[in-house]
Structure formats: C-alpha cells, structure tokens
T-cell receptor, first 117, second 113 residues
Framework: AQTVTQSQPEMSVQEAETVTLSCTYDTSESDYYLFWYKQPPSRQMILVIRQEAYKQQNATENRFSVNFQKAAKSFSLKISDSQLGDAAMYFCAYRSFFSGSARQLTFGSGTQLTVLP | EAGVTQFPSHSVIEKGQTVTLRCDPISGHDNLYWYRRVMGKEIKFLLHFVKESKQDESGMPNNRFLAERTGGTYSTLKVQPAELEDSGVYFC???????????FGPGTRLTVL
C-alpha cells in the first residue's frame, strides 16, 4: 500500500517571500501521479499542481512549482512570491497510474500555511 | 458550471443517532468518491462509485456506514448508529473519467457527541 507523509503540520511565510512544503511518499509502483491540493479556510479543496512520475521535468503552474525526486520519493511544493490568498491547508496526494488499479487518492496529513503580511 | 455540492455543511448529532450526508457531483461525472478526514490526520478514502455501482469500497470502516448512489446521480452516505470516532470532515469528489482530475466538494463536518 502507498503512504504519503507531510512532516510539517504548520508553516509560515512572509508575504512576497518563497516557501517550500515537503512531502515524501512510499510506493512499489513505477508509474503514478502526484498532486498538491489546497484547501482555503471554509472553502473547497482545489488542485494546485500535478506531476506524472514518468515525466522528468518538474511541473510548474505560475508561482507554484514542484521539486520531484523520484529516487528519493520526494515531492516538495515551492510557492514563490507568496500572497495572502495562498494561506490554506495544503495536501500532498498520490494516485496509481494504471487503469484497473485503485483510482482513489492517498493523502498526507496536510500542512497549514500561514502568510504573514 | 456548478461544482460538487455537499449537504449539510455541518451536522451535530449524539452518539447512537443516524445521520445522512448527501453529495451532488458535477453533472456528467460518472465517478464519485467519498473521503473522510478525522481531526488532524490524513484524508482517507472511503469508497468509489462508477455511475450507480460501487467500484471500490475497501475504505469503508465498518457496516455502520452505508453509501448509495441512486440512478448514478447524487450519492448519500448514512452512518447508523453514529459513534464518537465517526466525527470528522466527509469529502465528496467527482471526476469525468477514472483517471481524470477529481473535483472536491466543500465537505460536511460531522460532530458526534
């Protein structure tokens, strides 16, 4: 079974600065997807960024980028130029790649990010 | 386009009572998932519907939980009788295909006293 670990329950960052959220995972599969989801206070969880394990290039979405280290099973999220609206709970998640395999997401315990003005 | 909706947003019940949570997926999404987050812990998968059929219910904790998806549209998750450890946030998600992005609802916060 796959597991996802987020070792930072809480993080804070000054507005306009850069912050990195950590995520490690364990799997015996060679192909899979990794995700970062964001849940702002009292709002729904939304997908921030997605990485396919077979792609060597790190995914980037505007101010959000990942550092995907497949051998180390590490998948960190970097938020550049942090904004007040980035304050949220961030979840790292894993999903199997192959059809027929489990389609559900396996989540970490989350990192609560505070952005300081 | 309306997103995934869940009702109620918050439910407070006493141990031993019954509660039914509802999820309305995005129109046209055949795949519907239920997840649960117990306070401070990770979000855990409960079950997966494809249309009206249960594709995977390996995450259901016990037989006090019953999920249905009538006609392949909305889904309900009933907890009967509720126990203290059932408290948490219950999330619903839907996707158009099993391999596609899952869109989440806002969750239902269940408190069992």
């Amino acid at each position: 079974a796959q597991t996802v670990t987020q070792s930072q329950p809480e993080m804070s960052v000054q507005e306009a600065e850069t912050v990195t959220l950590s995520c490690t995972y364990d799997t015996s599969e060679s192909d899979y997807y990794l995700f970062w989801y964001k849940q702002p206070p009292s709002r729904q969880m939304i997908l921030v960024i997605r990485q396919e394990a077979y792609k060597q290039q790190n995914a980037t979405e505007n101010r959000f980028s990942v550092n995907f280290q497949k051998a180390a099973k590490s998948f960190s999220l970097k938020i550049s130029d942090s904004q007040l609206g980035d304050a949220a709970m961030y979840f790292c998640a894993y999903r199997s790649f192959f059809s027929g395999s489990a389609r559900q997401l396996t989540f970490g315990s989350g990192t609560q990010l505070t952005v300081l003005p | 386009e309306a997103g995934v909706t869940q009702f109620p947003s918050h439910s407070v019940i006493e141990k031993g009572q019954t509660v039914t949570l509802r999820c309305d997926p995005i129109s046209g999404h055949d795949n519907l998932y239920w997840y649960r987050r117990v306070m401070g812990k990770e979000i855990k998968f409960l079950l997966h519907f494809v249309k009206e059929s249960k594709q995977d219910e390996s995450g259901m904790p016990n037989n006090r939980f019953l999920a249905e998806r009538t006609g392949g549209t909305y889904s309900t998750l009933k907890v009967q009788p509720a126990e203290l450890e059932d408290s948490g946030v219950y999330f619903c998600a839907s996707s158009q295909g099993g391999a596609n992005e899952q869109f989440f609802g806002p969750g239902t916060r269940l408190t069992v006293l």
